[in-house]
DNA sequence: CTCGTTCTGTTGAAAATTCAACAGATTTAT
DNA sequence: ATAAATCTGTTGAATTTTCAACAGAACGAG
């Protein structure tokens, strides 16, 4: 576990916490660590959602994929970053939605009754660890926020534009490289891809951005 | 206050505490009540988000309306319910919503920082109160992704089709009332009313349901 | 290095959404 | 009770999106 410590350190359900105390806590709170290669699924949509996940290394999305196929990304997860907290605290009995690795990465899994009710050893940081998540939990229905104010948009040049500039702004540049590719923007976007694609091609030809690939810079 | 004391203690932020120190924790916490007749704004966009609001009578709509007055409805708030405490527990200094009253209401508004930081009584609540905001986060969380799941899909008979479906479940009826004119609907649908109009006459043609302004049944 | 796979941009046709306008129904205010 | 204002369903035209298909580029495996 140790090697994992910078990380951890970084990650907000751990904020406050000394870390001297984080590996015992650890072990209390019966983390373990699982490795996922590229497009393994991590939590499949369906199972109970009994753990909060943290990204260590690589990156994870999560995806809904409804059924006729279409798959829509909800977000990506990258390391320090905390999955699947929302339906482990609310207790609901299945995940509504498909963790999948992005890379080769790995994932610290957590049961969350283990946090959420103070264990045998009275280890005295739970209260601690449930303001994070609290938290943390405020900080992503902000993230929903974000995401809603994209998709509420009605055309794709609008959806596409609304994230380029809130992506921008995140990143204080105007250059900057997105983290989908083309299929998996218009899933986040939730727009068709070749539309997107055209989109793209409309807004360089009108001087409004500049792209390469993945790399955007807004004009 | 003493007679909010009814819906109050159905309010999640307020459960696992005793009724008696309910009303000693209201005054502790600097709570206060306001009235707010049918589309009056009770929180505006662009505010500091430093209150929790609860509603106890009346409902409230959380809206957002962009640059070229697209409005969207987020989601309503009923009796005993939260509204605002992601972006007051996340501390983001801009509220990005207006919160409007839908009908003549009465609000509890209570200073976020008043249930974060333990007061100079000392009274001890504050432990419970984080805990009941973690899951009340969680439960909108939960709440976002189902209304997510409305809008990701692509066409207006989807989504008004998933809508009604989950409104069935939740009420647990296949003949129900929504909350919603046509053209808040279509604001909480992301799509054009006049669509959404033709969409439900059509669905009507093809006996996949019935309706009558604000009732629906299907079959 | 080569082959096979995946990704991307383009295109045209079909389908759906948006928009503006309107008339009848319903609700609200006086 | 009447008038004014709002809400709803319909329509047709303009615009967009979606869908399927394809070819070249980029990438990965062996």
Redesign the interface.
Known sequence: MKKYLKILRECPLFSGIEEENLLRMLTCLGARVESFDKKYTVIAEGNPAKYIGIVLTGSVQIV?I?YFG?R?I?SEIYPSELFG??????E?DAI??TVIANEPSEIMLIECAHILHTCENNCGFH?QL??N???D??????L??Q???I????STREKLMTYLMMYAKKVNASRFEIPFDRQELADYL?VDRSGLSAEISKLRREGILESEKNTFELL
């Open positions: 809904r409804d279409n829509s909800l907290e929302a339906f482990a605290c609310a609901v509504p939605v209260q449930i303001f998540l609290m938290k939990l405020a900080t992503k229905t902000i929903f926020h995401k809603m104010e998709t509420s948009k009605r939730e």
